[in-house]
C-alpha cells in the first residue's frame, strides 16, 4: 500500500473528492433494482466510511461541507427527505472528531469498536430526524439490517486511515 | 519565513476551531433543508426542481444498470421454462380450470351488475387509462423507500398516480420529470394510504414504516379485522381509486395489525402506472349550476306531468307525526321513477356523491333530470 509520506501536501481531491465519487458511484450501483431468491441486495450507507475516516485523519473545513454535499446526494437520489442524511452524517462526524484524541495509536479492532459507534450515531440521528418529520417511527429492524451493511464497509474506512492518517503532521 | 516556523508552529486551537465552525455552519445548513422540504405530499411543486432534475441525471445510469439485471432475469427465466416445462404445463393447466370457473362467474357478474346500475341510474367510473414503465432505481432502506421509473411526463403521468405491479398496489407517484418518475411505495414511513378490509368493509390507514410489512392505523368498529382479510384502496380522499389489491392481513411481532403486501409475491421490476382522476372532484359546481338543462323527450314530460299531478293529489301528512315528506314506495315499479329522481347520488359505496346532484332551489324538477 502506498502510504502519503510526511513531505507529501495533503490534497483535498485524493481525500476527500475521489473518496466522495467512489462513495456516490457504489450508492447508484447498489441502488439497481436487484432481487436474487426473493432477497433484496442491501443497502449500505456508504458515507459513514468516510464520516469516520475524515474525521480520524484530521479536522478539516472541508469535510463537513463534503459530508453535507454527499448526504445532499443520498436524500436526492434515494427520494427521502432532504437533509436528513446531513444530519446524519455531521452528526457522526462531529463524534468522532470531538474524541480524535482517545483514537490515536488505536489498532483495527479499536477504530472498528469506534465505527460502531460513529453508525450507530449516524443512526440514530436519521431514526430522531425521520421522527420529527414523519411523525412516524421506522422500523427498528429495517435499520438494524442498513446498521448492519454499513458496518460492513469498516475495512474501507481503515484503508482511507491508514492511507492518509500520516499525511499531516500537525495532525499525528 | 512561513507562519509555520518561529513562533506559529505549534498552534493548532485556530484551525481546530475553524474545522468547529465549519462544522456548526454545515449542521446550520442541513436543518435549514430539512426544515424547507415538504416531502410526502401531493402538491407538484413539493417535489422541487433539484429533485426533478437529479431524477432526470440518474436515469441513464439506472437503465444502463438495471438492463443487465433484467437481461439475466429473462435468461434465467428461459432456461427455467425449459427445465420445468412438465411441471408448468401441469400447473398452468390447474390454473385454466380454476379461471374458466371464475369466468362464468365473472360473465354472471357482470350481466347482473349491469341490469342492476341501469336500474338504479348509477353513474361508473370510465375505465382508467395506465402506462407500463421499467423499474430503474431502488431505494430500500428505512428512511426511504422509493423507486425510478422510467415514464415521466411525456406519456401523461402525474403526481399522485397510484402504481402498480402486477400483484398489488406499490405506491403513488411523487415527482414526475422528463422520461422519468419518482415513486413513493407503500412501506415508506411518510406513506399514508387509505384502506379497507374486503370483508367487513372496515376502513383503516395504512402506514409505512420502512419495513415490508406496513401497518394498519386507525381501524374502526368491532373486530374488523382477522388474520388473512383480503386489503383493498378505500378510494377515501379521491387520491387513489377504490378496489386496487394491496394485501392479506397478518399479524407483527408487536402483536399490532399489519399487510402483507401482494407486491411482494414477484419482482417489481415492471410497475403499471394509472392514470387516475378523481372526477367526481374535477365537477365544477357552479359551472353545473349555471348550464341549462337538457330538453326533456314528450315520453319524459308526460311522465313528470304525472308525477306531478299525483304528488299534488296526494294527502299532506299531518305536522305533529315529525315524518319526512312522502317518499315514493319502494315497490319494483317505482325504481325508474327512483332512477329519475336520484340520477346522481347513488354512486357505489365509498365513491364521493357528485356535485351535480345538488339543484338550484328555484329551478323546477326537470333541472335534476340526468
Known amino acids: ?172 | 519565513m512561513s507562519l509555520r516556523d518561529g513562533p506559529f508552529q505549534d498552534i493548532r486551537i485556530p484551525l481546530t476551531w475553524t474545522a468547529a465552525i465549519a462544522l456548526i455552519v454545515a449542521a446550520v445548513i442541513g436543518v435549514a433543508i430539512l426544515l424547507g422540504d415538504r416531502r410526502g405530499t401531493v402538491q407538484a411543486q413539493a417535489f422541487g426542481a433539484t429533485r426533478s432534475v437529479a431524477d432526470s441525471l440518474a436515469r441513464p445510469a439506472g437503465e444502463a444498470l438495471s438492463a443487465p439485471v433484467r437481461w439475466t432475469g429473462d435468461a434465467v427465466d428461459y432456461v427455467e421454462g425449459y427445465f420445468f416445462a412438465v411441471s408448468e404445463n401441469r400447473r398452468l393447466h390447474a390454473q385454466i380450470r380454476a379461471l374458466e370457473q371464475s369466468r362464468d362467474q365473472a360473465v354472471a357478474l357482470t350481466n347482473e351488475n349491469g341490469r342492476l346500475r341501469a336500474i338504479l341510474g348509477l353513474r361508473t367510473e370510465p375505465p382508467i387509462p395506465m402506462v407500463a414503465a421499467h423499474v430503474i432505481s431502488d431505494s430500500r432502506g428505512p428512511f426511504a423507500n422509493s423507486r425510478l421509473a422510467d415514464a415521466g411526463r411525456e406519456k401523461g403521468v402525474a403526481v399522485g398516480n397510484p402504481v402498480m405491479s402486477e400483484h398489488g398496489l406499490v405506491g403513488r407517484v411523487v415527482g414526475v420529470a422528463e422520461g422519468v418518475s419518482r415513486v413513493l411505495m407503500v412501506t415508506d414511513v411518510a406513506s399514508r394510504t387509505p384502506v379497507m378490509i374486503d370483508r367487513t368493509g372496515a376502513r383503516a390507514i395504512l402506514t409505512g414504516d420502512g419495513g415490508p410489512s406496513p401497518k394498519l392505523a386507525y381501524l374502526r368498529g368491532m373486530d374488523p379485522v382477522k388474520v388473512g382479510d383480503r386489503v383493498l384502496t378505500s378510494g377515501d380522499g379521491g387520491v387513489l381509486p377504490r378496489g386496487l389489491p394491496v394485501g392479506t392481513v397478518v399479524t407483527g411481532l408487536g402483536g399490532d395489525w399489519r399487510v402483507r403486501l401482494d407486491a411482494d409475491d414477484g419482482p417489481i421490476d415492471f410497475v403499471r402506472i394509472l392514470e387516475f382522476t378523481d372526477f367526481s372532484q374535477l365537477a365544477s359546481q357552479p359551472a353545473l349550476n349555471q348550464a341549462e338543462p337538457p330538453p326533456l323527450s314528450r315520453a319524459e314530460q308526460a311522465e313528470l306531468a304525472a308525477r306531478l299531478a299525483a304528488a299534488e293529489a296526494r294527502p299532506t301528512p299531518p305536522a305533529a307525526s315529525g315524518a319526512r315528506p312522502a317518499a315514493a314506495p319502494k315497490s319494483p315499479s317505482s325504481a325508474p321513477t327512483l332512477a329519475a329522481e336520484k340520477p346522481t347520488g347513488a354512486k357505489p359505496s365509498g365513491a364521493k356523491p357528485a356535485p351535480a346532484a345538488k339543484p338550484k332551489a328555484a329551478k323546477p324538477p326537470p333541472a335534476i333530470a340526468p
Not at chain 1, 459513514?48 to 484530521?58: P, S
Not at chain 1, 460492513?152 to 492518509?164: E, N, S, V
Open chain 1, 1 to 172: 500500500m502506498t502510504l502519503i509520506s510526511a513531505t507529501q501536501r495533503l490534497d483535498p481531491w485524493r481525500w476527500l473528492g475521489l473518496p466522495s465519487l467512489i462513495c456516490i458511484a457504489a450508492t447508484v450501483v447498489f441502488a439497481t433494482p436487484v432481487k436474487i431468491f426473493g432477497l433484496q441486495a442491501p443497502e449500505p450507507v456508504f458515507p459513514i466510511a468516510l464520516a469516520f475516516a475524515w474525521a480520524v485523519i484530521r479536522p478539516s473545513v472541508l469535510a463537513p461541507f463534503a459530508l453535507l454535499a454527499l448526504g445532499l446526494f443520498l436524500d436526492v437520489f434515494w427520494g427521502g427527505p432532504v437533509g436528513l442524511w446531513p444530519l446524519s452524517l455531521l452528526a457522526a462526524y462531529a463524534t468522532i472528531v470531538s474524541v480524535r484524541r482517545v483514537l490515536s495509536g488505536l489498532g483495527w479492532w479499536g477504530l472498528g469498536a469506534w465505527y460502531l459507534v460513529a453508525a450507530a450515531v449516524a443512526m440514530g440521528a436519521g431514526l430522531t430526524v425521520t421522527v420529527l418529520t414523519a411523525s412516524n417511527a421506522p422500523s427498528l429492524i429495517g435499520i438494524g439490517w442498513q446498521y448492519l451493511a454499513s458496518l460492513a464497509l469498516f475495512p474501507f474506512a481503515h484503508r482511507l486511515i491508514q492511507r492518509f492518517e500520516d499525511a499531516d503532521v500537525r495532525f499525528r
